[in-house]
């Protein structure tokens, strides 16, 4: 990671904090791959290009998407589904690479998850005001995997709520490098993102970029 002279030295990764049952916090995890990761993500985007998908009920959403990996995370007006293909182009996705895979595999471990071999990873682009509002991970096609999310760039507040949509959620900062993991009985935890606070980060500018591993199938 590269720091301007200003920045604050980010802690090295510790220990998962526990945020919920089979949910935790690994703050700094991804930290010594950061460069890995974001050269990553601009092969990826230059393939498939980060766009703004609409809603099944019609609102265009703020932040941006694309995938790599096996499957992708879709929307549009007939629903939210994982396609093979990214339907802009009509070509399969970037297949994922190998240091996400590795990341994700390692992260789930740390929170107690073995094995975990995602085939879906949803790239995600926040600008400032960019949100998203409270929902569950739910077309998986199985839940037994954990979801793996990884926040570079500038920090966001994450919304960490319960199985019940009016379970008020608790706040977390996500910094550059930290990943959120979440299954088992967290894995239909309602969570969201809360408008991305103005701001610059050294390495990505006016941005986050959030890396969100999931099994699809
Ligand atoms: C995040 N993203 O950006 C979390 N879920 O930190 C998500 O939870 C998410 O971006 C489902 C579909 C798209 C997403
Ligand atoms: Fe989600």
């Given amino acids: 990671m590269t ?14 904090e526990v945020i919920a049952p089979g949910a935790a916090l690994l703050r700094g995890f991804a930290l010594e791959m950061d460069e890995v990761l974001l050269q990553a993500v601009e092969a990826v985007t230059a393939a498939a290009p980060l766009r703004h998908l609409v809603t099944p009920g019609g609102y265009t959403m703020s932040v941006a998407m694309s995938n790599c990996g096996a499957l992708g995370w879709v929307s549009d007006r007939s629903g939210y589904r994982y396609d093979a293909r990214d339907p802009l182009s ?5 297949p ?23 085939d879906a990873c949803l790239i995600n682009r926040y600008e400032p005001r960019a949100r998203l509002s409270l929902h ?17 760039g500038l920090p966001a507040v994450f919304l960490f709520g319960g199985l019940s949509r009016s379970d008020r959620p608790a706040r977390y900062r996500l910094q550059h490098g930290d990943v959120a993991v979440w299954g088992g009985p967290s894995r239909l935890a309602y969570h969201g993102v809360a408008p991305l606070a103005r701001g610059e980060h050294a390495r990505l500018g006016a941005q986050r970029i959030n890396l969100t591993f999931r099994c699809a199938r």
């Fill in 136 to 152: 569950q991970d739910k077309d998986e096609g199985s839940m037994d995997a954990p979801i793996v999310s990884v926040s570079l």
């Fill in 90 to 94: 009509g070509k399969p996705w970037p």
């Fill in 3 to 16: 720091l301007g002279l200003f920045d604050e030295a980010p802690a090295p990764y510790t220990a998962p």
């Fill in 96 to 118: 994922m690479p190998a240091g996400f895979a590795q990341l994700a595999l390692r992260a789930a471990a740390q929170a107690g998850f073995e094995n975990f071999r995602p």
